[in-house]
C-alpha cells in the first residue's frame, strides 16, 4: 500500500458523501489536485488513492490531461469497502499490466490512425521535455497519460471496463515510479520504441517491446516478475 488503507478509506467516503450532496453533478470536473487536497485538508498521495476507489466504483473517471469528471452513479448502491485495486502490490500491479498492455499495444497497432499516433507522439515529447527540464513530477504524469491513451484506443467494449482495472492499477504505482526519476529517460526510450511499432502497424514488435518495457520497470523498482514465458525478451 502506497497510503494507509484506513485513510484512504475516509477519503473515499468524504467525496462519496461530497457527490451525494450534489456538490459536484454528473458531468462536471472535480477541482484539481492540490485544490481538492487542500479543501479536504488530506495529502496529494491519499487523494489520488481515493480518486482511484471512487473510478473502481464507477462514480468518477480520470480524463489524461483534463482531470476529473463526475459520472452519473447510485452512491446508494456503491460498496464502502476499499477496492482490490488500492490494496494491491507493485508486483500485482506490473502482473497485470504484463498481461494486458502488450496485448493492448497489438490491437491498437492494427488499427490506429495518423491523428492518434500524433497524439501518442505529442504526450512522449511532453515526458521529453520534462526530461530536459529535470521535472521528475510531470515526467511521470506524462508517463502515466502515455500508458492512459494507450488504454483508451482499446475499441472492445467489454474489454474496456477491465481496461480500466489496468488504469487504475497503473495510478497506484505511481508513487513508485516516482521514487525513481532517474530512470525516466530510460522509460521514455521503451515508450518510443512502442511507439515506432505501433506507427509501422507492426503488432508483434508492438507487444514485444511493451512486454520488455514492463520486465524493465519490474527490475527498476527491485521486482523480478514471475512470468509463466519462456520468450519474455522476444
Known amino acids: 500500500m502506497i497510503t494507509s488503507s484506513t485513510v484512504v478509506n ?4 468524504k467525496l462519496r458523501a461530497a457527490l451525494a450532496r450534489g456538490q459536484w453533478r454528473s458531468g462536471e470536473m472535480l477541482p484539481g489536485q492540490r485544490e481538492l487536497a487542500e479543501q479536504l485538508g488530506i495529502s496529494r498521495p491519499s487523494l489520488r488513492e481515493a480518486v482511484i476507489v471512487l473510478e473502481t466504483l ?6 489524461p490531461g483534463k482531470g476529473v469528471v463526475v459520472l452519473e452513479a447510485n452512491l446508494n448502491d456503491a460498496p464502502t469497502t476499499d477496492s482490490g485495486v488500492a490494496g494491491a502490490s507493485l508486483e500485482d500491479v506490473l502482473q497485470l499490466r504484463y498481461t494486458l498492455e ?8 492494427q488499427s490506429i490512425s495518423s491523428k492518434e499516433i500524433g497524439q501518442l507522439r505529442l504526450t512522449l515529447m511532453d515526458m521529453r521535455e520534462a526530461l530536459e527540464a529535470n521535472d521528475s513530477e510531470a515526467g ?5 497519460a502515455f500508458h492512459e491513451e494507450l488504454f483508451t484506443l482499446t475499441s472492445n467494449p467489454i474489454f474496456q471496463n477491465v481496461v480500466q482495472q489496468t488504469s487504475n492499477a ?3 504505482s505511481a508513487e513508485g515510479l516516482r521514487n525513481s526519476p532517474e530512470h525516466l529517460a530510460e522509460r521514455l526510450a521503451e515508450n518510443e520504441a ?3 511499432a505501433i506507427r509501422n502497424k507492426n503488432s508483434a514488435v508492438a507487444s514485444a517491446e511493451m512486454r520488455r518495457h514492463i520486465l524493465q520497470e ?3 523498482m527491485g521486482i523480478e ?3 509463466p514465458d519462456d520468450n519474455l525478451g522476444n
Open 225 to 227: 516478475l514471475n512470468i
Open 218 to 220: 519490474g527490475q527498476r
Open 194 to 196: 512502442v511507439v515506432r
Open 10 to 13: 475516509s477519503v473515499v467516503e
Open 170 to 172: 497503473l495510478k497506484q
Open 140 to 144: 511521470m504524469n506524462a508517463y502515466i
Open 58 to 63: 464507477g462514480l468518477v473517471r480520470s480524463m
Open 102 to 109: 502488450p496485448f493492448i499495444v497489438g490491437l491498437v497497432a
